[in-house]
């Protein structure tokens, strides 16, 4: 963050409800910024914002059927604010806003409202005729609506990973419709060429569904599914290429508009290259249909968008990283048959982001690295970002939570914590996504379709020991990234006590890991501390009822996330489905009941939120004769209000798609 525009008194807390806090962010320097930067910024931030009916419809069909039921109850609402039934009932519409639909963001469970259903009727009764919301009649969301809401069983989980189960067939997302999983495997094998040396991500950008017997896909662009939501997101991305920062950054604009109107994914590639491309521009953006983590089957990508600008100070770190990406990748510890013997484009920055939608909204990641193609990585390499006012945040709000003093064993590991833990998570982020991501290669004929839906939590392990590995390697102090080998122990500290302790406050008791980056966490804690039991480099000791994991030998547990990192590497390489199945089933998705129940006791003492997201700033252009002539950024909106005016500003779709 600038020490120029750093608001020590900035306040980072907005609210917290249920198992969430929002935070706000800061934008740093955005006054500096030129007009038409600030135009920019301001074109691609509408882009962004008028993508948000679609991943509530992408996550389940009824999802935007509810959300504007109840969004248009609080706009009716005539005198509940002190009922105990109304603050469940906010409680209720707060954490749908914040997953993007009725299932949870990390867990995809269903949410059960804590609110009666008689409650719930007096309120849909309440609706004005003249005002209501929805395509339904009253008395079809009585009947259709209202089970799907309080009945457990009815679409319980978003995202169903158990493979002894039709993993379609039990997944609530919109995705697909009335087709199996074998249907659908079956359908896109059909379209693979294993020969293809640039093969398309076929189903990225589509529904599959069967009508009269037929399987046939439903395309999201322009004049296809969500036509009404892209055709806006289309209007802005023209507008930001009227005032794009060079003519790369407009060609690539011009080329994800190309991709939007005719859903072609061959463009969507082109657009990709030209973009992991422009290293130049100060302002960049993603947007479109990314990551694959909500389908089982790996293929369908949720809509997302993220608008930022490079921060150049704390750049240098990962333009060093990127200038020594060869070396990298040569003293990796995997197998030489599974590295590129030349490491293509890999660029990377640090960022400020500006605003956040779709996927990335409320929950965001803090760091990105794109695209995700393998053959456009090993050709053409890829683009990485670490997110430094979304990481301030998180370690400013952090610090006087309590969670570090509960959860660590002495004060050495808090105040060596406080002292480097900052750059400690920022770097172990910028090698996950700088490097981690884009190393290695896949086998000739190899496609990480094979690896199903165990490829997510697979690749973000293989990641992650990219960046462990490397974090004690002196290479980074030689650079002049890392000033000590505190920096790799304070984050060897944290990565082990978030992989064994700390995130199981996110999982509810009796439930497993879902999620692909704690499924991926937990895999690399656990089997190290398995590994290195008989020398004792991760020691479980349990201190007046409490249980804590110290590290005894750092440099030990390198080695042994090292060996883990070749077998990662060699798994993903060779397609091997069995060997990640048993890494994850094995070490990556059972919690320890006992553990689990004594964490969730010590943690509900502190009243923290497990989850955080974030609230967006609001861009307000300053007009003079219809010109733009300035944007005001402004951080006053709190989070029900911004979700209102965004309902009535960007809620263009139809309730079904």
């Known amino acids: 963050m600038s020490k120029k525009h750093k608001n020590e008194s900035f306040s980072f807390f907005v609210e917290q409800f249920a198992d969430l806090k929002i935070l706000r962010y800061q934008v740093p320097e955005f006054e500096d910024l030129s007009l038409n930067q600030k135009k920019l910024i301001y074109y691609l931030s509408e882009a962004a914002l008028y993508g948000r009916d679609i991943i509530y419809d992408q996550n389940f069909k009824y999802n935007l059927t509810i959300r504007r039921l109840l969004e248009s109850i609080i706009k009716n609402n005539k005198g509940h604010i002190e009922d105990d039934e109304w603050q469940e009932f906010m409680i209720y519409t707060k954490r749908i806003w914040f997953s993007n639909g009725i299932h949870h963001h990390y867990s995809t469970d269903k949410f059960i409202p804590g609110f009666s259903k008689d409650f719930f009727l007096d309120l849909i009764q309440q609706i004005p005729e003249n005002n ?48 199996t999983q074998r249907e659908a495997e079956s359908f896109y094998q059909e379209m693979i060429n294993p020969t293809d040396d640039e093969p398309v991500s076929y189903g990225l950008n589509s529904k599959l569904i069967k009508e009269n017997g037929k399987i046939k896909e439903e395309i999201w662009k322009v004049g296809g599914m969500y036509d009404k939501a892209i055709t806006k997101i289309v209007y802005w991305l023209e507008k930001a290429t009227e005032v794009a920062e060079n003519k790369k950054q407009k060609e690539s604009l011009q080329k994800l508009i190309d991709f939007y109107q005719s859903g072609d994914l061959k463009k969507f590639d082109e657009y990709s290259i030209l973009w992991l491309s422009d290293t130049e521009s100060f302002i960049d953006t993603v947007n479109g249909f990314i990551e694959i983590y909500e389908d089982p089957l790996g293929r369908k990508a949720t809509w997302e968008a993220l608008v930022n600008f490079k921060d150049d100070k704390a750049t240098r770190r990962t333009d060093i990283l990127s200038q020594n990406a060869q070396w990298f990748e040569d003293h990796s510890p995997v197998d030489s048959k599974y590295k590129k013997t030349k490491v293509q484009g890999v660029s990377a920055k640090v960022i400020n982001v500006a605003m956040l939608g779709g996927d990335c909204y409320p929950a965001t990641p803090i760091g ?25 945040a998180y370690h400013k709000d952090s610090l006087k939570s309590g969670l570090l003093e509960e959860f660590s064993f002495s004060d050495k590991e808090i105040e060596l914590h406080k002292k480097h833990g900052f750059l400690a998570n920022n770097l172990h982020t910028d090698l996950h996504e700088c490097l981690g991501h884009g190393s290695g290669q896949l086998m000739p004929g190899i496609s990480t379709d094979l690896l199903k839906n165990y490829y997510s939590p697979i690749e973000e392990t293989r990641a992650d020991l990219f960046a462990l590995w490397f974090m004690m390697d002196p290479k980074l102090i030689d650079l002049g990234i890392m000033p000590t080998f505190d920096v790799a122990v304070a984050q060897y500290n944290s990565y082990i006590k978030n992989g064994l302790i700390t995130q199981l406050t996110r999982i509810e008791p009796g439930k497993n890991i879902e999620q692909a980056h704690m499924r991926n966490r937990q ?29 005894n030998h750092h440099a030990k547990l390198r080695e042994l996330f090292g060996k883990l990192l070749a077998e990662i590497q060699r798994i993903k390489s060779e397609g091997d489905f069995e060997a990640a199945k048993y890494l994850i089933e094995n070490y990556g998705v059972k919690v320890d009941k006992d553990l689990h129940d004594e964490v969730l006791q010590r943690f509900k003492k502190l009243n923290l939120a497990p989850y955080s997201g974030f609230v967006n700033p609001q861009y307000l252009p300053v007009y003079e004769n219809d010109e733009i002539v300035d944007i005001m950024i402004d951080y006053t909106q709190d989070y029900p209000v911004q979700m209102m005016k965004y309902a009535e500003k960007y809620s263009v779709l139809p309730d079904f798609n």
């Open 132 to 179: 209501w919301p929805v395509d339904l009649s009253k008395d079809e969301v009585i009947q259709k609506i209202i089970p799907i809401i309080f009945d457990p069983e009815k679409y319980p989980k978003r995202v169903c990973q158990d493979q002894s189960k039709d993993m379609i067939k039990q997944s609530a997302n919109n995705f697909y419709e009335n087709v």
């Open 523 to 551: 895999l690399i804690a656990k089997w190290c501390f398995e590994k290195g039991h008989d020398e004792n480099i991760i020691e479980k000791i349990i201190k007046e009822g409490k249980t804590y994991f110290i590290i």
């Open 368 to 392: 990105i690295n794109l695209p995700n193609a393998e053959w456009i990585r090993k050709k053409h390499g890829s683009k990485s970002v670490t997110i430094e006012n979304i990481t301030y």
